[in-house]
């Protein structure tokens, strides 16, 4: 079972990590985007930081619902929108619950990735971080993630031609690097790994 003290733990280590990674993450988004994927996720960490010191107890779909808005608000780029509707999804698919078990766990991060597909518009073997979270939650699902496997689906992206967003303008130069969103989804799944 995922207790709210859980969601608090898995966001701050993902936020703590996406600091430690922001310079790596622009560095991948320099390479077939506009440079600012990681300093625009670490100023979202941040504010999340911030406003999660501003409350007290929280249930899991208030924790869910708190760091949507806060990237959704405060992240430019597509990443804010993208990450900021999957969190929300994930909250409303999470409704009252006190905890949850492994299945809902699964549904809620389903709820999350059809939110991000949605959004973007954008399916799996487009070099994005889709190509992170459906490859994840079957995995999850399955009761096989891994931090292995996670870093294997970060860096199938690496082979992959970008057809969605701005490295799509570089077609077949985008193909040899890693999708930055995706490597911050791998940031987020090894995470949540921490607190299985």
């Excluded at 993208?82 to 409704?95: E, N, R, T, V, W």
Aim: aromatic residues 8%.
């Amino acid at each position: 079972m995922m207790t709210p003290l859980a969601f608090t733990q898995w966001f701050e280590v993902w936020s703590k990590d996406i600091q430690t990674y922001k310079e790596y993450m622009s560095d991948l988004d320099n390479a077939i985007g506009d440079g600012d994927h990681g300093f625009n996720m670490a100023k979202g960490a941040t504010f999340y930081k911030e406003a999660r010191q501003a409350k007290q107890e929280l249930s899991i779909s208030e924790e869910c619902k708190l760091l949507g808005m806060t990237l959704l608000s405060k992240v430019g780029g597509a990443s804010g929108p993208l990450y900021g509707s999957a969190f929300l999804a994930m909250a409303k698919a999470i409704q009252d619950a006190p905890e949850i078990d492994h299945d809902q766990l699964v549904s809620a991060l389903q709820a999350g990735v059809d939110s991000i597909m949605l959004r973007g518009k954008a399916t799996r073997h487009e070099k994005t971080m889709i190509d992170v979270w459906l490859p994840a939650i079957e995995a999850l699902k399955r009761h096989e993630l891994n931090e292995a496997l996670v870093d294997q689906f970060v860096n199938d992206t690496a082979p992959l031609k970008a057809t969605k967003g701005r490295a799509s303008y570089l077609g077949d130069r985008s193909i040899g690097h890693i999708d930055p969103g995706s490597f911050s989804s791998g940031l987020l799944f090894k995470a949540l790994l921490q607190v299985l």
